[in-house]
Antibody, heavy 127, light 109 residues
Framework: EVQLVESGGGLVQPGGSLRLSCAASGFTFSSYALNWVRQAPGRGLEWLSYIGPGSSGDTYYADSVKGRFTISRDNAENSLYLRMNSLRDEDTAVYYC???????????????????WGRGTQVTVSS | EIVLTQSPGTLSLSPGERATLSCRAS???????LVWYQQKPGQAPRLLIYGASRRATGIPDRFSGSGSGTDFILTINRLEPEDFAVYYCQQYGTSPRYTFGQGTKLEIK
C-alpha cells in the first residue's frame, strides 16, 4: 500500500526556517517524481515544488517560493524534504506531499497526475 | 501562466441530481494534462479524473470528465451523499509547472 506521511510542521516566527519531511512507503521511491502542495486556511490548493525521479532529479518551483524553499530527496531513506527559509505570514498552510505519475513514451509524458497524497502537516508562521 | 477558472464557486444540489462543474483555461490546454481532484473537509485531495476523461482507479462511473482546448467539464451523475465536497481542476504546463483552479464547492441543497 502506497503511503506518504508528512512531518516537521509547527509554529515558527516570521523570518524563520523549517524543514518538512515526507516519508514514503509501498512503492519504489527513487522511480517517482514528487511534489509539495499547500493549502492556506479556507483557500484552494497551491502547487509549490517538483522534484524528478532518480538521484539528481530536476527541480521546479512556484514563483511564490522560489529562492526561499528548496526541495530535495533521499532515495536511501525513501524521504522527500522541503527546506523553507525566510518564512512569511502568508506561508501559513497545510503542506502536502504528492506522488507524480505519468504515462511516458518516446521521451514525452502524458496524463500527468498526482495519484497519492499525504495527509499534510500544518505550518503556522506567526509572531 | 495559464489560469484555470472554475465555475460555479458553489453548487447546491440534492442527492440523486446531476452536477456539472466547469473548468476554463486562459489558454488552450492539452487534454492529456487536465486533471480533477476531490477534497473533503480535513482530508487530502483525491485523484478523480486524469487526461480530462480517464477515471482513476476505484472512482465510480457516475464521475465523468470531458472537454478540450480551454473548456473542461466534470459531471457527477446521481449524486450520492459522499460526493458533496470541493472539486479542483489542475493542469500541467511550463511555468509554473502546475496550476490549480480555485475550486468548486458542491453542497447539499
Amino acid at each position: 500500500e502506497v503511503q506518504l506521511v508528512e512531518s516537521g510542521g509547527g509554529l515558527v516566527q516570521p523570518g524563520g526556517s523549517l524543514r518538512l519531511s515526507c516519508a514514503a512507503s509501498g512503492f519504489t521511491f527513487s522511480s517517482y517524481a514528487l511534489n509539495w502542495v499547500r493549502q492556506a486556511p479556507g483557500r484552494g490548493l497551491e502547487w509549490l515544488s517538483y522534484i524528478g525521479p532518480g538521484s539528481s532529479g530536476d527541480t521546479y518551483y512556484a514563483d511564490s517560493v522560489k529562492g526561499r524553499f528548496t526541495i530535495s530527496r533521499d532515495n536511501a531513506e525513501n524521504s522527500l524534504y522541503l527546506r523553507m527559509n525566510s518564512l512569511r505570514d502568508e506561508d501559513t498552510a497545510v503542506y502536502y506531499c504528492a506522488r507524480d505519475i505519468a504515462d511516458c513514451s518516446g521521451g514525452t509524458c502524458y496524463e500527468i497526475r498526482f495519484d497519492y497524497w499525504g495527509r499534510g502537516t500544518q505550518v503556522t508562521v506567526s509572531s | 501562466e495559464i489560469v484555470l477558472t472554475q465555475s460555479p464557486g458553489t453548487l447546491s444540489l440534492s442527492p440523486g441530481e446531476r452536477a456539472t462543474l466547469s473548468c476554463r483555461a486562459s489558454e488552450s490546454v492539452s487534454s492529456s494534462y487536465l486533471v480533477w481532484y476531490q477534497q473533503k473537509p480535513g482530508q487530502a485531495p483525491r485523484l478523480l479524473i486524469y487526461g480530462a476523461s480517464r477515471r482513476a482507479t476505484g472512482i465510480p462511473d457516475r464521475f465523468s470528465g470531458s472537454g478540450s482546448g480551454t473548456d473542461f467539464i466534470l459531471t457527477i451523475n446521481r449524486l450520492e451523499p459522499e460526493d458533496f465536497a470541493v472539486y479542483y481542476c489542475q493542469q500541467y504546463g511550463t511555468s509554473p509547472r502546475y496550476t490549480f483552479g480555485q475550486g468548486t464547492k458542491l453542497e447539499i441543497k
